[in-house]
């Protein structure tokens, strides 16, 4: 299975999607803000990035930017799990640089299916 960086400040938010992701086997790793995205970033090479777009100090539009920007990392889906659920808040995601977008509250039956499909199209 994948493995999966979740970048996320609210832990009960990374709680859920750690147990649902990893009941189908895959491998969750965690940060809480950027600083620690982007340190993780340097020793492991996660198949997927689940990003939380309203985080404190450097949001996840900043943060994605700054992945995208980096050759060792641009290569890999970035996908929004975030509130953000407005008119133009899906475009101003994807303008970001993410190559997906998922909205909360979490659907915990169809979150599996949705990462399923982000990972099929990054392999």
Same mark, same amino acid.
């Given at each position: ?18 147990? +649902? ?7 969750? &790793?965690?940060? /809480?803000?950027? *600083?620690?995205? #982007? !340190? ?35 290569? +890999? ?7 953000? &659920?407005?008119? /133009?808040?899906? *475009?101003?995601? #994807? !303008? ?28």
């Amino acid at each position: 299975m994948a493995t999966i960086l979740y970048v996320e400040d609210d832990l009960p938010n990374r709680i859920l999607v750690r147990r +649902i992701l990893a009941a189908e086997g895959h491998e969750i &790793v965690e940060a /809480g803000n950027a *600083e620690e995205a #982007l !340190q993780t970033l340097e020793t492991l090479k996660p198949d997927l990035i689940l990003m939380d777009i309203n985080m404190p100090e450097v949001d996840g539009f900043t943060l994605t930017k700054r992945i995208k920007q980096n050759p060792a990392w641009q290569h +890999i889906p970035i996908i929004a799990l975030t509130a953000n &659920v407005m008119k /133009g808040d899906r *475009e101003r995601v #994807l !303008q970001a640089g993410c190559d997906g977008y998922i909205q909360k509250p979490i659907d915990v039956d169809a979150l599996p299916r949705q990462i399923a499909t982000f990972l099929k199209r990054g392999a």
